[in-house]
């Protein structure tokens, strides 16, 4: 049986920028910062911060772990991008987790857990049923954070390793809001 590998996950999916650092089976380093926007900029730093925390650096790293969403269209590309881009780089298994599963993790739970969606709604995933996008029920456990979801994700990402993983993609319950613009584009001259 492998040993217990060291795994650096992270997630954008929201109003922040996460990561947590997993080795021998236990968080060693975590952060998670709030923000609205600037996660782009924010995350490759905030990533060798909690890398250099647990004393390790890079080469060290067995896999990464990225949340795939759902959550905020940019954050999603944002963390799985990266996730995609440092996999390629350093050779090295990426694993997605979608928010779903992270959050039964980080609450304990099999039943239905909810991940924060635009407009005072949430996405809903049920046991056997498609996650939907509907107003808040009553009942749900509270959201347990972005830390817990980082480490979450690195807990879940170690469950799968050694495997080979396909690339992460992200998870999108409904389309984003942006749409192509319907101007005319330029005529090209030769």
Request: glycine residues 10%.
């Amino acid at each position: 049986m492998p040993s217990d590998p060291t795994i650096l996950a992270f997630d954008t999916s929201a109003a922040h920028c996460a990561a947590a650092l997993l080795r021998d089976g236990r968080i060693v380093a975590a952060r998670a910062e709030a923000m609205s926007k600037g996660q782009a900029e924010r995350l490759m730093g905030l990533l060798e911060e909690v890398l250099a925390e647990g004393g390790l650096t890079w080469r060290d790293l067995d896999a990464i772990g990225v949340g795939t969403g759902p959550g905020n269209f940019t954050g999603i590309r944002i963390s799985v991008s990266a996730a995609r881009g440092l996999a390629l780089g350093l050779a090295v298994p990426a694993y997605g987790i979608d928010g779903f599963a992270a959050r039964r993790h980080a609450l304990g739970t099999e039943g239905a857990v909810a991940v924060p969606a635009p407009r005072d709604q949430i996405y809903l995933s049920r046991p056997g049923t498609a996650p939907e996008q509907i107003d808040r029920p009553e009942g749900l456990p509270e959201d347990p954070g972005p830390q817990a979801l980082a480490e979450s994700i690195a807990h879940l990402a170690a469950l799968r390793w050694p495997d080979p993983a396909p690339p992460p993609a992200p998870l999108y319950i409904r389309p984003a809001d942006a749409a192509p613009s319907s101007d005319k584009p330029p005529v090209l001259l030769d």
